[in-house]
């Protein structure tokens, strides 16, 4: 059988760029400081109050320092382990098993110019937000924050520290795949860090994502890598602990983006010091999808204009 050509879309390049530094590294780490600091209690007897409440209403089933090493993570809805460091003020704090991830993630963010440092007014949808650390950086901003979250626990533990905090954001405990056609158009910004991949199926996710958003929004993208040359994507399924599944690289993660309507000419994509990516892009307009053979929502609405 002859070779066949394949015929590369020129309308998507070949790579994609890297973000250059909009602000200082300092600057960034001070915003995102003053955005959590909105977020203590006022006096020491408050933060000791929430920090007892939440021990004793959201108990560790396993030590952050061994998480990834215990027994717990065999399935994901059998087991409950605070998310992010959190430091409810005047000397109370709890280790997450996630630790300072949600300060150095939004900080390098910033200093990339890839999130904004004023929310105000903005509509934001902070996807998978486990017990709340990214959530409050973004509320912190001044955004009007909608989180979503699969694992019913975590989504509790979230709600309950907005509750006791006395921050109004509905925490949503769904997945991201029951997707909400009421949703089309509703949000400015979408920040989704350390979730991409954790699901079976991550361009139908950044199809949904493109679909929430406003012309004119734009999506952040943290997520674990892999190296290489070319379109590359490691798979690790169900192999490698921590429900794992499909890694790409910066070309990869580029053209997911692009595939799922974001304006390919406002794809960026930048690797970690700690090898991870982030990414972002933009609905400059509603768009159909590129490609719907093989599209695993056959004849839904995300195929249309969005």
């Known amino acids: 059988m002859a070779h066949i050509d394949r015929v590369r879309d020129a309308s998507i390049p070949a790579a994609f760029s890297a973000p250059q530094p909009v602000m200082s590294r300092q600057s960034a780490n001070d915003i995102v400081a003053a955005a959590l600091a909105k977020w203590q ?33 065999g399935a994901f809805r059998d087991f409950f382990v605070w998310g992010h460091d959190h430091d409810f003020g005047h000397g109370y704090t709890r280790a997450g098993a996630m630790g300072a991830r949600h300060i150095e993630i939004t900080a390098e963010a910033l200093h990339l110019g890839m999130l904004p440092a004023n929310l105000k007014g903005r509509h934001v949808l902070d996807v998978g937000c486990w017990s709340g650390g990214d959530l409050l950086i973004l509320a912190g901003l001044g955004g009007y924050v909608t989180a979503i979250e699969e694992h019913p626990v975590a989504a509790g533990a979230a709600r309950r520290l907005l509750e006791l905090l006395g921050l109004d954001a509905p925490v949503v405990q769904t997945s991201m795949y029951a997707d909400r056609q009421e949703w089309a158009g509703k949000f400015d910004y979408a920040y989704c860090s350390g979730v991409v991949y954790h699901v079976t199926d991550p361009l139908l996710l950044l199809r949904i994502l493109f679909a929430y958003l406003k012309p004119g929004g734009d999506v952040l993208i943290e997520t674990k890598a892999a190296t290489g040359e070319g379109s590359i994507c490691s798979y690790s399924g169900t192999l490698e602990k921590g429900w794992n599944w499909y890694a790409p690289n910066e070309t990869a993660l580029g053209r997911w983006l692009a595939d799922a309507g974001f304006d390919a000419q406002t794809v960026s994509v930048f690797r970690r010091a700690n090898g991870r990516l982030l990414a972002g892009g933009r609905k400059t307009a509603a768009r159909a999808l590129r490609e719907t053979a093989g599209f695993s929502r056959p004849g839904s609405w995300l195929e249309g204009v969005v």
Request: no cysteine; glycine share 0%; charged share 35%.
């Open 41 to 73: 209690a006022p006096t020491k007897e408050a933060s000791r109050k929430i920090a007892a409440t939440l021990q004793k209403e959201f108990p560790d089933q396993a030590r952050p320092d061994d998480f990834w090493h215990s027994e717990s993570s």
